[in-house]
């Protein structure tokens, strides 16, 4: 027979009682059983099928841009200040470059350069170098060189003489040579020694060495 009492009078009855919770019957739940299921050989086969035809449907989760943005960031950041880390841990410090010039020989390196034949010292290098200097030009021998093209013209128009000028539109000269005491018809453009005939005027004739000019009257 079912026991018609309410919930109130149940609860009162296990206060005055509480011996009757044990002799409730017990109720067995059955034990799970775990299981794998796995595909068989023809849902395998339909499935690769389906991602060839391209059918298969896929599941995407939307990225959050923002936060990935955020972790590029914190990222970019971390590695620049590995990098300037680890370039200034790089840098040879003047003690360290001492340190190792007295390990190398115990002399200052800086003043030496190694040669295959020995050692040059920079000093002998310097003194030439101190010498010299770079914003002195060397003078050309210039004026000497002039010097010496003007006593040659002087000392050939000496041994010359105009004797005469043939005036026409290809004018001609008559020069006298005193060393061979020759006269000679001379053109623009011929030479007499050693002076050239530059040009003949009306007048006079200019003869030439090299640079040098002079008129014969």
């Known amino acids: 027979m079912a026991d ?5 009078e149940k609860l009162l009855k296990l ?11 017990k109720i067995k739940l059955p034990a799970k059983k775990f299981s794998l299921n796995f595909l068989s050989f023809k849902q395998l086969k339909a499935s690769i099928k389906q991602l060839k035809t391209g059918k ?6 939307a990225i959050n841009i923002k936060l990935a943005n955020r972790g590029l960031i914190v990222i970019a950041i971390l590695m620049a200040i590995f990098l300037v880390f680890d370039f200034i841990a790089g840098q040879p410090t003047l003690s360290n470059t001492d340190a190792y010039a ?26 030439v170098i101190d010498k010299r200097d770079i914003f002195h030009f060397i003078p050309i021998k210039k004026e000497e060189k002039t010097v010496k093209t003007k006593d040659i013209l002087m000392a050939e128009v000496a041994q010359l003489k105009l004797v005469g000028i043939i005036w026409s539109k290809t004018p001609q000269a008559m020069i006298e040579d005193k060393r061979e005491n020759k006269t000679s018809l001379v053109s623009e453009g011929d030479t007499v020694g050693k002076l050239k005939v530059k040009q003949i005027l009306k007048d006079k004739v200019v003869v030439a060495y090299e640079n040098e000019e002079y008129e014969l009257l």
């Not at 018609?4 to 109130?8: F, G, I, L, Y």
């Not at 009682?17 to 002799?23: A, I, R, S, T, V």
């Not at 190398?104 to 190694?114: M, P, S, T």
């Open 4 to 8: 018609k009492s309410t919930p109130e």
């Open 15 to 25: 206060i005055e009682n509480p011996n009757q919770l044990d002799q409730r019957p």
């Open 56 to 61: 298969a449907s896929f599941k995407f989760y």
């Open 102 to 127: 007295r390990q190398a020989g115990g002399e200052n390196l800086a003043a030496k350069i190694v040669h295959p034949q020995g050692t040059i010292n920079l000093s002998d290098y310097q003194s």
